[in-house]
T-cell receptor, first 114, second 117 residues
């Protein structure tokens, strides 16, 4: 069974640009969550999507947005990039049931903002 | 207040020895889940083990076990017979509330484990 995939793996952008990151969950998983990892702030929850609906949102500005498609694939968009947006962006997928508890992460997209 | 506290920024352990990574948590929910993840230098987060707040027995997965002490709000990870490949960052994380309702994980700051040959 294929794991969580994220594309692209590396990105270099300049301030003010926008970027779109993609995440394909494990087959059968309908929940996708996004996290930002930086040396200063650690791992922080961005948002979660389930059945094409945002179910939960972290404390990030509106420049960070996402969506989920009917095949459960998810995209995350960051507009008007700032230097502080440089980070490893991780997505995780899960079955989101009341008895299955594992969340599996992808390899991440490393974003550098110059 | 920190919801997840990992007090050991770094640890050095001799190969084949057992190692305990500390994690304490803070929540007012009765239903919650605790996770441990391993993050090698490649960056991918690898799921290791899960403990539910209502689970009466400590979780075990191969060489990993979780020492769950609910009254003390601690969920320490124990790795038996450490191997060189265990060198990585280890994160403790918590999901609050019932399983079906919240997938948000709150992570600790991590412990960098280095296994010495």
């Amino acid at each position: 069974k294929a794991g969580v995939t994220q594309t692209p793996r590396y990105l270099i952008k300049t301030r003010g640009q926008q970027v779109t990151l993609s995440c394909s969950p494990i087959s059968g998983h309908r929940s996708v969550s996004w996290y930002q990892q930086t040396p200063g702030q650690g791992l922080q929850f961005l948002f979660e999507y389930f059945s094409e609906t945002q179910r939960n949102k972290g404390n990030f500005p509106g420049r960070f947005s996402g969506r989920q498609f009917s095949n459960s694939r998810s995209e995350m968009n960051v507009s008007t990039l700032e230097l502080g947006d440089s980070a490893l962006y991780l997505c995780a997928s899960s079955l989101r049931t009341d008895y299955y508890n594992e969340q599996f992460f992808g390899p991440g997209t490393r974003l550098t903002v110059l | 207040a920190q919801k997840i506290t990992q007090t050991q920024p770094g640890m050095f352990v001799q190969e084949k020895e057992a190692v305990t990574l500390d994690c304490t948590y803070d929540t007012s929910d009765q239903s919650y889940g605790l996770f441990w993840y391993k993050q090698p230098s490649s960056g991918e987060m690898i799921f290791l083990i899960y403990q539910g707040s209502y689970d009466e027995q400590n979780a075990t997965e191969g060489r990993y076990s979780l020492n769950f002490q609910k009254a003390r709000k601690s969920a320490n990870l124990v790795i038996s017979a450490s191997q060189l490949g265990d060198s990585a960052m280890y994160f403790c994380a918590m999901r609050e509330g019932p399983n079906f309702g919240n997938e948000k994980l709150t992570f600790g700051t991590g412990t960098r484990l280095t296994i010495i040959p």
